[in-house]
């Protein structure tokens, strides 16, 4: 069973900085398609990056030159690292993977994922 724990989340002032982490376990990280989601309240759950095994990011267009994914196959870690932070960050991100090549889905729909963290919140109030 493939397991994700995110952690790096926090509280900070806009225009600052995170970096987020998804510790996988159970499994080898390069076998999927990995990705970053969001979830603000009252909203649906967005999907901010993704990468696959051979790189080959992808962003939604309200984080492209602000946030950068990354994945390191040794540690079997993704991460997201966050800059230019603003209020409309704000949310409690998840950690995902999917099964299927990234290149053969959507990979900003959620159902396409198999597996998922339980998230770690990122507040930017000043």
């Known amino acids: 069973q493939v397991r994700l724990l995110e952690s790096g989340g926090g509280s900070l002032q806009p225009g600052g900085s995170l970096r987020l982490s998804c510790a996988v376990s159970?499994?080898?990280?390069?076998?999927?398609?990995m990705a970053w989601f969001r979830q603000a309240p009252g909203k649906e759950r967005e999907g901010v990056a993704k990468?696959?095994?051979?790189?080959?990011?992808g962003y939604a267009d309200s984080v492209k030159g602000r946030f950068t994914i990354s994945q390191d196959n040794y540690n079997n870690t993704l991460y997201l690292e966050m800059n230019k932070l603003s209020p409309e960050d704000s949310a409690m991100y998840y950690c995902?993977?999917?099964?299927?090549?990234?290149?053969?889905?959507?990979?900003?729909?959620?159902?396409?994922?198999?597996?998922w963290g339980r998230g770690t919140q990122v507040t930017v109030s000043s």
């Open positions: 159970g499994d080898t990280i390069s076998r999927y398609c």
């Open positions: 995902a993977a999917a099964l299927r090549p990234c290149w053969q889905m959507r990979w900003e729909d959620s159902h396409e994922y198999n597996f």
């Open positions: 990468i696959n095994t051979v790189g080959d990011p």
